[in-house]
């Protein structure tokens, strides 16, 4: 069975300050990749996505991933974090082939002004 | 063009009772999934309608649960009788093609709470 992992539950981090989180997928074929966030009071939406090429991709507001395929991972970052950044970021998976997602158990990020 | 809506966006209920969620998609997407996040747990897949079809419902916990989507239009979710462990919030979602690469578009969610 696919699962994903993201590795802190809870990130806080001061505006400017740069940004890692760790997502690691477990899927025995080719898969699709995606970071999702949700800001507060607003709905889940697609910050970025991977399913083919270049494994560095990047997303809205100045987000981006790379999918690293020998250690089965797709870390999200950024350089420098804003307030608005404050939400929670959610990995997800499928495979090749289905659209079903499966997420990660979400990190909630907090950016102090 | 207007997102996926769902109603109610909170419910509150006793145990036993029945409680029904409604999601309408973007229009035209004939893919829609429910999904649902217990509290502290990850967000998991539900079912998966193409159109008005069941494609995948290899997610729904058990047969309390009842998925429509009568001419592939709006979706319902009924719980019937609801458990204390059915608490959590019920998301939808659509997308336009069935592939895995496409985007799928999130409702609000709807907080269901259990007594």
């Known amino acids: 069975a696919q699962s994903v992992s993201q590795h802190n539950h809870h990130v806080i981090l001061s505006e400017a300050a740069s940004l890692e989180l760790g997502c690691n997928y477990s899927?025995?074929?080719?898969?699709?990749l995606f970071w999702y966030v949700q800001y507060p009071g607003q709905h889940l939406q697609l910050l970025l996505k991977?399913?083919?090429?270049?494994?560095l991709v990047k997303g809205i507001k100045g987000f981006e991933a790379e999918f690293i395929k020998s250690k089965f991972s797709f870390n999200l970052r950024k350089p420098s974090v804003q307030w608005s950044d404050t939400a929670e970021y959610f990995c997800?998976?499928?495979?090749?082939?289905?659209?079903?997602?499966?997420f990660g158990k979400g990190t909630m990020l907090l950016v102090s002004p | 063009e207007a997102g996926v809506t769902q109603f109610p966006s909170h419910s509150v209920i006793e145990k036993g009772q029945t409680v029904t969620l409604r999601c309408d998609p973007i229009s035209g997407h004939d893919n829609l999934y429910w999904y649902r996040r217990v509290m502290g747990k990850e967000i998991k897949f539900l079912l998966h309608f193409v159109k008005e079809s069941k494609q995948d419902e290899s997610g729904m916990p058990n047969n309390r649960f009842l998925a429509e989507r009568t001419g592939g239009t709006y979706s319902t979710l009924k719980v019937q009788p609801a458990e204390l462990e059915d608490s959590g919030v019920y998301f939808c979602a659509s997308s336009h093609l069935r592939q895995g690469t496409h985007e799928q578009f999130f409702g609000p969610g709807t907080r269901l709470t259990v007594l």
């Open positions: 899927y025995g074929g080719t898969v699709n």
């Open positions: 997800a998976v499928n495979g090749l082939g289905y659209s079903t997602l499966t």
């Open positions: 991977y399913f083919s090429g270049d494994p």
